[in-house]
């Protein structure tokens, strides 16, 4: 027993036996009270949205199955998978479609600004050129094949070729940053898929800031792939291997087929393929080559001294005479339409979009079904974890080739990257091994080009295989760059940055779009067509304010007390400028407009309806309430959290235009 205390006289004081005061006695702490505000955004601070989620599993054990219960299981996987086999297949094949419908659409505009060979001249010219034309056909390889035979038939040379083939590079990353938009449902998901696909842009965009500038001082890939075409007697060989095609091509083939030519035609300056259709009619041809008496201006003109005659006064001379025999029509679904291309290439690229979002919607939700309890984990230790110490550098460099041997299977870095998108979206493999996967996707579409280019003539081998060398070391020279060192590789970060961004403002992702592959483009070839000089005063100062903002940023990170008080934050200068906040509001404020206007217009279309059938009873007038109450309470569950600031008053504002009857009820 404890003694009691005593007060100064040494009488003692009666106590009650409490569990608190035992605890005391004890020698037990009381713990200091704690809101549960705080406690939640101290569990926010630590969890990192990058972390890959944990894929629980709900179901039952397989241990706890009957043999009934474990064979459905089996056949419910088996079925799973080849449900999840035929959406990828669809999807790549929607992909392939989505490539066609582009061209459809703007094929002979990418002919057009290929055409300009003065324009090509302009190293920034032909970088933006190059990102323009991949972005508007979808597919690298009908940009580079437009390139190279450009080269082939001396209309440009390698020098102008080499930044446009920088530019195809931007271009193709695009269409996995399409992919990644259309996870925009979940928050985290949208947050790594983003991140991922973007990853593959900041890896070409840094490239090219740091490539084109010493290319153009120096020329080395020009000089390094001139050495090695000299060096090597290189002969001619066939065509690279159609693996991927041979499966995806009785599906795409029955939906659309395309004379590549036309494009090919129109930027080597041939005037007949203007009024051409890129829509193939006929699928089997046959040149019939004859000898003929024709007709020539001149004696210049006759093809040998020995056949060139006169007659009534006219020039005659012997020539061969190429005839185009027509034997089998195509029999995909628009070989016999009269639409014109731009027609058909919308509606290709409606449906294309439709079955791209719908596979993707699908495989995301089958794979989440899928992957869990120890598939997951072994499937997540298999594709993250690395070698042991000391060789865990190996793991990315293997990492590497998987990336160029999947994408040379698929014949497609767009198709490769694009599959792995979602895949980064729903946990599964993370940014850090999606990046050097995707570095290998730019190695493995390189070596299939060179491939291709092998199979060129043996008059414009040696150019084709340049061309293709040069995009070649290109992402090597990229690779050296941003990976072997960990510290440089800022794709990453830049990345989770950016990801970050567009997962707290969703609206972010289409003005990253806009900005990078069309806006910038835009500016950037006007600006370099107006001349040096406009290029100059325009672009020195915003590169150069770029600069400070960058310098000042990683300062105020970093050693803020270098900085003069002032600019240790961005605090004087408007709101506008260094939050998005603002900008979210205006945007958020003008989405709820056109729903709230789109809104109104339905309830004026039915409220003629509901007033006839409740005009006795008044329950028009009640339905109408409801349906605006329903209406303002999912604007409510949507509204961005970004929408509120301080000093907002908390006033519920519509932008519905309130009737009489609602502002007398509501």
Excluded at 20 to 42: F, N, R, V, Y
Excluded at 160 to 186: D, L, W
Excluded at 228 to 257: A, C, K, M, R, Y
């Amino acid at each position: 027993m404890p003694p009691r205390p005593e007060i100064g006289n040494g009488s003692a004081v009666p106590t009650v036996s409490t569990d608190k005061s035992s605890a005391q006695e004890k020698g037990s702490a009381i713990l200091p009270a704690t809101s549960t505000l705080a406690l939640m955004e101290e569990d926010l601070q630590e969890a990192d949205p990058w972390d890959l989620p944990e894929l629980q599993d709900t179901g039952v054990k397989w241990s706890e199955l009957d043999c009934k219960g474990k064979v459905l299981r089996v056949l419910t996987a088996i079925a799973k998978l080849v449900v999840l086999l035929g959406l990828l297949y669809i999807f790549v094949c929607s992909l392939d479609v989505l490539s066609s419908a582009f061209q459809l659409v703007g094929g002979k505009a990418a002919g057009d600004i290929f055409k300009d060979n003065t324009v090509l001249a302009n190293p920034l010219a032909g970088l933006v050129i190059g990102v323009m034309v991949t972005v508007l056909v979808q597919s690298s390889s009908t940009s580079s094949s437009i390139v190279v035979s450009m080269v082939s038939s001396g209309l440009l040379s390698v020098q102008s070729a080499v930044p446009i083939i920088m530019g195809v590079n931007i271009g193709t990353s695009i269409t996995n940053t399409i992919v990644a938009v259309m996870q925009a449902g979940n928050r985290n998901e949208f947050r790594r898929a983003f991140g991922g696909a973007t990853v593959h842009d900041f890896f070409n965009w840094l490239s090219v800031l740091v490539l084109l500038p010493l290319e153009v001082a120096s020329g080395f890939l020009f000089k390094l792939t001139k050495l090695i075409i000299d060096s090597f007697h290189i002969q001619s060989g066939e065509n690279s291997p159609d693996l991927l095609n041979v499966i995806t091509d009785p599906l795409t083939d029955s939906i659309i087929q395309l004379d590549k030519s036309v494009i090919s035609d129109i930027a080597t300056g041939n005037p007949a393929a203007r009024n051409k259709s890129l829509v193939k009619s006929w699928c089997k041809t046959e040149i019939n080559t004859t000898l003929s008496n024709m007709t020539v201006p001149g004696p210049e003109n006759c093809t040998s001294v020995v056949f060139c005659w006169w007659d009534d006064n006219e020039t005659w001379t012997l020539m061969n005479v190429s005839e185009t025999i027509y034997l089998e029509r195509c029999k995909h679904i628009f070989a016999n339409t009269t639409l014109p291309d731009l027609a058909v290439g919308l509606i290709l690229l409606a449906l294309s979009l439709l079955f791209l979002c719908t596979c993707l919607i699908l495989i995301v939700k089958l794979l989440n079904s899928m992957l869990k309890g120890q598939v997951a984990m072994v499937i997540k230790k298999i594709l993250n974890t690395d070698f042991p110490f000391p060789f865990a550098w190996v793991t990315g460099y293997l990492a590497i080739m998987v990336g160029a041997g999947m994408t040379f299977v698929v014949q497609s870095s767009s198709v490769f990257t694009s599959a792995i998108t979602p895949l980064v979206g729903i946990g599964v493999i993370s940014i850090e091994r999606a990046y050097p996967l995707t570095l290998g996707s730019n190695i493995g579409t390189t070596t299939t080009a060179i491939l291709a280019a092998m199979a060129s003539p043996a008059e414009t081998l040696g150019n084709s295989l340049q061309v293709a060398f040069c995009h070649f070391f290109f992402n090597i020279a990229g690779i050296l760059l941003w990976y072997p060192i960990p510290f440089m590789r800022i794709p990453i970060r830049l990345a989770k940055a950016l990801g970050n961004r567009t997962a707290k403002y969703r609206w972010f992702a289409a003005f990253y779009l806009i900005l990078c592959f069309l806006v910038l483009p835009l500016g950037i070839f006007g600006l370099s067509v107006a001349g040096w000089q406009a290029l100059v005063g325009v672009g020195v100062p915003i590169v150069v304010v770029a600069i400070f903002v960058i310098v000042v940023n990683l300062l105020q990170d970093h050693k803020p007390r270098v900085l003069p008080p002032v600019l240790r934050s961005w605090e004087f200068l408007p709101y506008w400028m260094h939050s998005m906040a603002p900008w979210d509001r205006i945007v958020t404020a003008a989405t709820s407009f056109c729903a709230a206007r789109c809104c109104c217009c339905c309830q004026c279309c039915s409220s003629t309806a509901g007033d006839q059938q409740g005009a006795k009873s008044g329950d028009g007038i009640l339905n109408e309430r409801e349906k605006i109450e329903v209406f303002h309470s999912m604007m409510e569950i949507h509204n961005n959290p970004a929408l509120s600031w301080e000093g907002e008053p908390e006033s519920d504002q519509r932008n519905c235009p309130r009737t009489d009857q609602q502002s007398t009820h509501l």
